[in-house]
């Protein structure tokens, strides 16, 4: 059984010259390829800002807020208690 390699894609990218010699010289000074640096540091900087955008942050007293609201709900509001019961008598259980 042959391992196959793993699809490939292609950017272009048109830069100053000053950034790329700026991006030669990091991967030089960590011992990598150009390609190998552009393609590691992309990488890092795409998983770095979907893990900022994933995770949401609150302070401690917004924590405190969510888990006293979480442990101690408000009532529900006799408005949302008709809206559900009108739900039910028009949409059919699935």
């Known amino acids: 059984m042959s391992q196959r390699e793993p699809k490939t894609a292609r950017i272009d990218a048109r830069l100053p010259e000053s950034v790329h010699l700026l991006l030669v010289r990091a991967a030089t ?15 890092q900087a795409a998983e770095d800002t979907i893990a ?10 917004d924590q ?3 888990a006293e ?5 408000p ?15 028009m ?4």
């Open 29 to 43: 000074l960590q011992g990598r390829t150009l390609t190998d640096f552009i393609v590691s540091s992309a990488q």
């Open 52 to 61: 900022r955008h994933s995770v949401i942050e609150l302070s401690v007293a």
């Open 64 to 66: 405190e807020m969510f």
């Open 69 to 73: 609201a979480m442990l101690n709900p």
């Open 75 to 89: 009532p529900i509001a006799d408005a949302l208690n008709r809206a559900a019961a009108r739900h039910d008598t």
């Open 91 to 94: 949409i059919e259980p699935s």
